[in-house]
């Protein structure tokens, strides 16, 4: 058979992030905190075709030796609701899973309400229920705030 030109090799362990809609590799790193700092190798391709005869596009995020938890699934599901997380182990792919949005979001994103309790020096945590996916819409469970997709990225 022969190989599908690879524009980034194969990782030996460690997480591919593929299908992320294009463009957005970057704040999808934000949003994880990968900031290559740690050392280990990280690999985005942006702008990929998604197929040999395809014009559509994905963006690729390889971060090799590192698995990521639940929520950076969440943080990933946020900025890519289409994105595959793909655990490498010895080469193999040995779990692959889509992104899903939980029906609340904890702790991960602060409120845009400068008023909200979540922001005074109380400790509670932010807590957002999300109210639609398409587009996306979550509303503070404290104050009610409406924020979407682009209240989202305005404070990564
Ligand atoms: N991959 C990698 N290193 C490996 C194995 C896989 O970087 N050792 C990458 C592939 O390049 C691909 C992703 O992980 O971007 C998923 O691999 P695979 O499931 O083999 O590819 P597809 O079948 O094309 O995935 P899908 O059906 O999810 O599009
Ligand atoms: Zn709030």
């Known amino acids: 058979m022969v190989e599908k030109s690879l524009r980034v090799r194969k990782i030996k362990h460690g997480t591919v992030i593929d299908h992320i809609a294009a463009g ?10 990968i900031t290559g700092n740690e050392g280990d190798i990280v690999s985005i391709a942006m702008n990929v075709p998604t197929g040999k005869l395809s014009v559509m596009k994905k963006d690729v995020i390889k971060i090799e030796n590192k698995e990521l938890n639940a929520e950076d699934y969440d943080k990933i599901a946020l900025i890519s609701p289409e994105a595959t997380v793909n ?3 010895d080469f193999e792919v040995i779990s692959k899973e889509k992104v899903t949005l939980p029906k609340t979001i904890q702790g ?7 008023n909200c309790v979540t922001n005074a020096s109380e400790p509670v945590q932010p807590q957002f229920d999300i109210e639609s996916n398409k587009p ?3 509303r503070c469970h404290y ?4 924020m979407n997709k682009e209240d989202i990225i305005s404070i990564l």
């Open 143 to 146: 104050c009610g705030m409406i």
């Open 24 to 33: 957005k590799a970057l704040m999808v790193m934000k949003f994880l905190e």
């Open 108 to 114: 991960i994103i602060t409120c845009i309400n400068p």
């Open 136 to 138: 996306l819409l979550m």
């Open 87 to 89: 655990i490498i182990r």
